[in-house]
């Protein structure tokens, strides 16, 4: 088996984005996701190391020197950083000609062909579910047999076919003794979530076919595949014993709570366990199912609402009510369930109305802590499509020269800088008010701890809402790419 390099490249300061995040952006406030894609891959090939240079803050100076030690090196690659990416690839070339290199990933799994004409120092491109994709190129088997992969061959471009789907999920082996092995586990920071936490996939794949989501679209598919409660009680004993600092598991699930019968059956087996857990979720799941999992240590769940706005929602193909988001909340208010919100601006027929109706939902239903993003039409996803088709698109880049999200849509009554101004606006209307604030010191006074994270996450949250007003005038102006 090829020694390989499994690398979250460097990229912007604190970019939070290639091999775990969802929205792939330098957040408002520190934020690390575990990179867990590629910790999968790495977990099928033991003789390799995962490196993630944005959360251990690593230059390409730093990383390209490891290229010696490797035969093989895989690069997560992503849309707001390609250019990075395919210098990280360059620069390991460099340093080792005879290294294989390939890229994996949402972006490069869309646009294979793009990512091997950029340059000659990308062999391969592990398409869509790349994990035995890369394991088989690893192994040393020939490249024209292996399914998913897209590769160069004396300067000719080969596509095989897709890789079917995997459905045993239980056959894929835990990422825990990855992440202890390879990964700091501190350097792993979500503002709503405990710290030390440590998040992995019990499933992969969502139902749902949101326009703007990407992972669905691109690499998961719209099966929810999911490891057996069993397999997900071993994975969480595992992580207990190996990563004991954890004080939370999260199950980053697209989303978790898709399968209601399989919900419960986990809750079930975690309850005695006496651990404390967190998940993703569709806001339409019943009462009696999160009554069980709250019974069972659920803390907290990040709840997609996106738009509090019904028209919004359908535009999207959300597939879930105003009213029905209401009260799935109201119900996790009831059983004392955090909730972490997030919402979406200048999603299609976006309006200072919708808008104003967004805000106003927000502040009413009250989750405990919101994040607002910016509609990011990633390639490969239905909403860059009608992007293109329908000339929204402003600007040719995702992010600003810091690695902040840039808002690259803009419509006839609504322009790309009103929808950037919306989300200070947003953050500030939820935010600071009486009773939230109010909140916020009530939650800082449980603990010193928090006090200073709560105080550390505020002084970094201003200073983003600075810098983004500082930035607004020049990502406004389209660039030359997006003129063409
Ligand atoms: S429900 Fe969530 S994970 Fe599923 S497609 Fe919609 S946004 Fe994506």
């Not at 406030?29 to 993630?52: C, E, I, N």
Request: proline letters at 6%.
């Amino acid at each position: 088996m090829m020694k390989t390099l499994f690398l979250n490249p460097p990229s912007y300061e604190g970019f939070d984005g290639g091999a775990g995040s969802r929205f792939q952006a330098r957040r408002e406030v520190r934020s690390f996701w575990y990179p867990t894609w590629l910790a999968q891959v790495a977990a099928l090939v033991p003789d390799g190391r995962l490196v993630d240079a944005p959360a251990r803050g690593l230059d390409l100076a730093q990383v390209a020197p490891l290229a010696l030690g490797f035969e093989m090196a895989v690069i997560y690659a992503s849309a707001p950083t390609f250019h990075s990416d395919i210098a990280a690839a360059e620069a390991l070339k460099q340093v080792n000609p005879r290294l294989k290199v390939g890229l994996v990933g949402a972006h490069v799994a869309t646009l294979p062909e793009q990512a091997l004409a950029t340059s000659s120092a990308v062999d391969f491109v592990a398409r869509h579910e790349f994990d035995y994709t890369v394991k088989e190129v690893a192994d040393g088997r020939p490249w024209e047999a292996i399914d998913g992969l897209s590769w160069r061959w004396k300067g000719r471009l080969f596509h095989n076919r897709d890789r079917a789907i995997l459905h045993e999920m239980d056959r894929l082996p835990s990422v825990i003794p990855v992440y202890r092995r390879d990964l700091t586990i501190e350097d792993y920071y979500i503002g709503y979530l405990r710290h030390p936490y440590v998040s992995f996939y019990t499933g992969r794949g969502c139902r749902s076919k949101c326009s703007f989501c990407l992972w669905p679209q691109t690499i998961g598919g719209h099966t929810y595949r999911t490891r057996s409660p069993a397999k997900v009680a071993e994975d969480v004993a595992l992580a207990r014993t190996l990563i004991p600092e954890a004080r939370e598991i999260y199950f980053d699930d697209d989303t978790f709570t898709d399968d209601r019968g399989r919900v419960a059956a986990v809750s079930r087996l975690l309850g005695p366990m006496g651990v404390t857990w967190s998940c993703s979720a569709k806001p339409n799941v019943p009462f009696e199912t999160l009554k069980v999992m709250k019974e069972n240590g659920l803390r907290l769940l990040l709840v997609g609402y996106e738009s509090g706005n019904q028209q919004i929602l359908n535009n999207i193909r959300k597939g879930t009510r105003v009213e029905a988001m209401r009260r799935f909340t109201e119900d996790c208010h009831r059983l004392g369930i955090t909730v972490h919100g997030t919402f979406i601006l200048g999603l299609p027929g976006e309006t200072h109305e919708t808008i104003r109706n967004t805000i106003a939902f927000a502040r009413d239903i009250n989750p405990h802590t919101i994040q607002v993003s910016l509609a990011a039409p990633y390639p490969g996803t239905e909403l860059h499509a009608q992007a293109l088709a329908n000339g929204w698109l402003t600007v040719g880049e995702l992010v600003q020269g810091r690695g902040h999200q840039i808002a690259a849509l803009s419509y006839p009554d609504l322009s790309s800088d009103e929808i950037f101004a919306a989300v200070e606006a947003f953050y500030r209307a939820f935010y600071f008010r009486p009773a939230k604030v109010a909140e916020m010191v009530g939650e800082m006074l449980t603990s010193w701890e928090m006090t200073r994270r709560r105080l550390r996450e505020g002084a970094e949250f201003m200073r983003f809402l600075h810098r983004r007003s500082a930035a607004a005038p020049a990502i406004a102006k389209p660039t030359a790419q997006a003129s063409r």
